[in-house]
């Protein structure tokens, strides 16, 4: 009770007293969970592995693996970008549980920020297979496919998204892009003017690529006619 008291007020000695408590319930892995968020929450990585380290040494070697500690482990390497050990861990913990939507969302997403979009590709896809409605997976494999060059599954990819939620400005200007590189000026001309419709200043950088992009689209376009 009084970690939890000292939590909510975002109070530091709150750690302490979470120890105070796992020292005698060691087996609360409601109570683990919520030191080592604390801990990461105050960007303490390594004060968070060495307890989740100590908790498995005192588990013994005869203890089954345990799966909220291997994504407590994960998430913690994923703040540090130890992307290789995030890896490991997540792998380990699919061995385990081979269909949790969640691990292999989180691999996608970090083979995705190492830029192994044919692995990202391949766990985000198992993702969906197992969680279809889950946005934040269609997300990322947008941003897989559109990195990796793959601008037609990019924008099928898109248009699954927009059936589950409006687009925004950022989405429109992947679209125009994507149309771009696909030599189709006027649905590329249509995304451009939709985002600079919805960005309103907030990205000056890519505002002035589709409005000069807008002036050949519609060059080209008049030429067409």
Not at 49 to 68: S, V
Request: glycine share 6%; charged share 25%.
């Amino acid at each position: 009770g009084v970690a939890e008291c000292l939590a909510a007020q975002k109070k530091p000695e709150a750690a302490d007293a979470y120890r105070s408590y796992l020292a005698v319930q060691p087996t609360d892995s409601g109570a683990r969970a919520r030191l080592v968020h604390l801990l990461v929450e105050h960007q303490q990585y390594d004060v968070a592995l060495a307890d989740l380290n100590r908790a498995e040494a005192g588990q013994g070697a005869n203890t089954p693996p345990n799966l909220d500690a291997m994504r407590m482990r994960a998430d913690i390497q994923v703040a540090q970008k130890k992307w290789d050990d995030a890896i490991a861990t997540l792998n380990k913990a699919v061995a385990l549980s081979p269909r949790d939507a969640q691990l292999h969302g989180g691999l996608g997403r970090i083979y995705l920020q190492k830029r192994d979009f044919p692995d990202a590709l391949k766990e985000l896809k198992v993702a969906l297979q197992l969680d279809a409605g889950n946005v934040a997976y269609w997300k990322d494999l947008s941003s897989s496919y559109y990195l990796s060059g793959d601008c037609v599954s990019t924008l099928a990819t898109l248009d699954q998204i927009a059936k589950m939620e409006t687009p925004g400005a950022g989405g429109w200007f992947i679209r125009g892009l994507c149309y771009d590189k696909l030599n189709q000026p006027k649905p590329a001309l249509e995304a451009y003017q939709k985002f600079l419709s919805l960005d309103q200043g907030q990205n000056a950088d890519q505002e002035w690529q589709a409005q000069e992009r807008s002036k050949i689209l519609r060059k080209v376009l008049e030429h067409k006619r």
